[in-house]
């Protein structure tokens, strides 16, 4: 009988930042990724020591044009299959920019309130008690001052950055108090089901694009 004592562990996912960690380590092969499934694997939550994964939060925004399908089609998937992951979502604005050289003009799309909002909730979860062992799923340096509110607010609940594969960040590292490299072999053995049922049962798949 285990005697550890219960301590519930929280994810906060960075999805722009896992997404372009996992494509830049292996293409689009691992894109279909069960964060849930991964996130309980022992090297993170682990129930020898009384750890249980009680919700994730995943942070991304709804993108433009040909991938936003896709992205749709794999956020309904997470929440179909998973038990407790919720989904933030952000939003893209467009800025007009010039080049300084030539003075040509174009259009950019600039992520907004993803990452404020992550920052938002992990600092919301250490005043409120919402866990006891948080993961970070990020390698954004912009995250250390929510890492280190919520360590002066509740500095016995350790935050664990799990940095995605070929991301790091030395500030962040320095600002949690342990490091995960997530590696692509972990990813690719923690991939959602190839069709995936809603409660309404109807069938998600995974998008050929990511095969």
């Known amino acids: 009988m285990n005697s550890a004592h219960p301590q519930r562990v929280v994810a906060y996912v960075d999805g722009f930042n896992l997404y372009h960690g996992l494509h830049a380590a292996n293409g689009r092969r691992d894109l279909w990724l069960d964060i849930e499934a991964m996130l309980r694997e022992p090297a993170f939550t682990d129930p020898s020591r009384g ?7 995943y942070f991304t925004a709804a993108v433009d044009g040909p991938g936003r399908d896709r992205q749709d089609v794999y956020l309904r998937a997470l929440a179909a299959h998973g038990t407790c992951t919720t989904t933030h ?12 050289h030539c003075g040509v003009t174009w259009n950019s799309w600039e992520e907004k309130e993803s990452d404020v909002s992550l920052a938002v909730e992990l600092v919301k979860g250490a005043a409120l008690d919402h866990y006891d062992r948080a993961l ?4 954004d340096s912009d995250m250390c001052p929510a890492v280190r509110s919520a360590r002066a607010i509740a500095p016995h609940k350790p935050i664990i950055a799990v940095f995605p594969p070929r991301r790091h960040s030395d500030q962040l590292r320095q600002e949690c108090h342990a490091v995960i490299t997530l590696t692509p072999g972990r990813a690719a053995r923690n991939q959602l089901p190839a069709a995936v049922t809603t409660p309404t049962g109807s069938t998600l798949r995974r998008p050929a694009y990511w095969t």
């Open 136 to 139: 970070l799923l990020s390698a």
């Open 89 to 100: 979502l952000g939003r893209f604005q467009c800025k007009l920019v010039t080049c300084r």
């Open 51 to 57: 750890q249980h994964l009680v919700a994730v939060h």
